[in-house]
């Protein structure tokens, strides 16, 4: 009385979404400019444009950069976008910010350049237990991607998901 087992959720017409799968690989880095500050709390423009000259930014090549400040410092917007101008030839990409916003700025670009035509109509497994720093707003991204067409979308596994929407056609 053997009775074969058969996979239902390989047979099923689930299609799973993993935001890992399409995660760039590539260095996070935090570029800090309060060490290019006076005391780390004044920017003096002079002292300032010479550290970026004299910085060697060849080292960020194939990088995705955050810039930012740590300290409470008023920073002039200019400060920021000098750093930006000096990274942009040399990283994958640069934003002024944190490392939250850099995931973010990332996932929400890749998403745009997804055709989601596969998921029509059919019921969506975002997976869940990622390794990789994936930020609470590339799912809100993708949802929005895949709520329009999809038939119902669920967080998690195949064998626990959570729901979270389903179409009312």
């Given amino acids: 009385m053997e009775k074969e087992i058969i996979n239902r959720v390989s ?16 260095k996070r880095i935090l570029f800090d400019i309060k060490d290019w500050l006076f005391e780390e709390i004044i920017l003096k423009e002079k002292d300032f444009r010479k550290s970026v000259k004299n910085h060697n930014w060849s080292q960020y090549k194939g990088s995705f950069v955050a810039v930012n400040c740590s300290v409470d410092a008023i920073i002039p917007s200019w400060a920021f976008m000098l750093v930006a101008a000096e990274l942009i030839p040399h990283a994958n990409k640069v934003v002024i910010g944190n490392l939250e916003l850099l995931e973010t700025v990332i996932y929400q670009e890749l998403l745009n350049f997804i055709d989601f035509r596969d998921f029509t109509d059919s019921p969506v497994i975002l997976k869940g ?12 991204f993708l949802i929005t991607k895949l709520q329009p067409i ?20």
């Fill in 129 to 140: 237990c990622a390794e990789k720093p994936i930020p609470n707003s590339a799912y809100a």
């Fill in 150 to 169: 999809a038939k119902s979308i669920m967080f998690g596994e195949a064998c626990s998901t959570v729901p979270l929407y389903k179409s009312k056609k």
């Fill in 11 to 26: 047979n099923s017409k689930l299609k799973t979404f993993d935001l890992e799968e399409i995660y760039p690989e590539g």
